[in-house]
């Protein structure tokens, strides 16, 4: 069963970073396309990040200039550098990854940013 943990969410003052990581196991497979989407309150899910299997990476409007995503194609793993955080970045964060039998997402973390 392919299982995806993500973690390093917190609490952080607007202007500060936080880094997250999403570790995968269960599966021999390489993931092909990563992603880390984040859902605040009352919202719908919202696509952060992309980090393609040829290397590509793709952001969200609300993101571009302040976010970066990296993955570790050996570990299987996504991360997310997050700069310049705003009170909007408040969310629950989860990394989404795309396997020869499936979508898999994990449990989420929190990041909340106090103005």
């Known amino acids: 069963q392919v299982q995806l943990v993500e973690s390093g969410g917190g609490l952080v003052q607007a202007g500060g970073s936080l880094r997250l990581s999403c570790r995968t196991s269960?599966?021999?497979?390489?993931?092909?396309?990563m992603r880390w989407y984040r859902q605040a309150p009352g919202e719908q899910r919202e696509l952060v990040a992309v980090a393609t299997s040829d290397g590509t990476a793709n952001y969200g409007d609300s993101v571009k200039g302040r976010f970066t995503i990296s993955r570790d194609n050996a570990k299987n793993a996504v991360y997310l550098q997050m700069n310049s955080l705003k009170p909007e970045d408040t969310a629950v964060y989860y990394c989404?990854?795309?396997?020869?039998?499936?979508?898999?997402w994990g449990q989420g973390t929190q990041v909340t940013v106090s103005s």
């Open positions: 269960g599966t021999i497979f390489r993931a092909r396309d």
């Open positions: 989404n990854a795309d396997f020869p039998r499936g979508t898999y």
